[in-house]
């Protein structure tokens, strides 16, 4: 079991360190599938014109903004870089917040993600968050959540200061319900 902990936690930071370098496809773990990252448009107020369904609109910076960043990590991590690829779109601010959004991943493939999750013995259910919604933490420090909204699927790695301890469900609950209403 302890071996299963620090292999998840070793494939977050190394599937959210692949996608703020600008990598296509992250690791995938016996906690969690990440999804790969796909650029958006960097801008934090932008606000995403696009329809659920066209990728090809959708701004993932303007999912979560810079200022949503701020307030989760505890500290300026700067303007977000549009790392969109063949994945979906996505975003990185720096290496300390991924994100990608798969809009036509649907239900199953969320369902598939959360049961992989279940079986780590970190994941929690989001309650009030999109249509669905769960977060896997290791030591309030890493974390991957995943939101379901219609048939849309956001990805978001964090990586945060070890010193804050301050990824908890509550944090990301609070982004998880920003990010859902700009789906």
């Given at each position: 079991m302890r071996f299963q902990t620090r292999t998840a936690a070793a494939l977050l930071i190394l599937s959210a360190v692949a996608t703020a370098c600008g990598g296509a496809s992250a690791a995938t773990s016996?906690?969690?599938?990440?999804?790969?990252?796909?650029p958006?448009?960097?801008?934090?107020?932008a606000q995403s014109t696009a329809a659920t369904g066209s990728t090809a609109a959708i701004n993932a910076c303007a999912v979560i903004t810079e200022q949503d960043?701020?307030?989760?990590?505890?500290?300026?991590?700067?303007?977000?870089?549009?790392?969109?690829?063949?994945m979906g779109p996505?975003?990185?601010?720096?290496?300390?917040?991924?994100?990608?959004?798969?809009?036509h991943a649907g239900k199953a493939k969320f369902d598939s993600d959360k049961a992989s999750a279940q079986g780590s013995g970190k994941s929690q259910d989001l309650s009030g968050v999109g249509?669905?919604?769960?977060?896997?933490?290791?030591?309030?420090t890493i974390g991957q959540m995943e939101i379901l909204k219609g048939s849309t699927i956001l990805t978001v790695n964090v990586q945060g200061d070890p010193s804050l301890q301050n990824i908890t469900p509550?944090?990301?609950?609070t982004l998880g319900t920003a990010a859902a209403g700009r789906l």
């Open positions: 016996s906690a969690t599938q990440a999804q790969a990252g796909a958006a448009q960097a801008g934090a107020g960043a701020t307030a989760l990590l505890g500290s300026d991590p700067g303007a977000g870089n549009d790392t969109t690829g063949d996505a975003c990185a601010y720096g290496a300390s917040l991924t994100l990608n959004v798969a809009p249509d669905a919604g769960f977060v896997f933490i290791v030591a309030n509550a944090s990301l609950t």
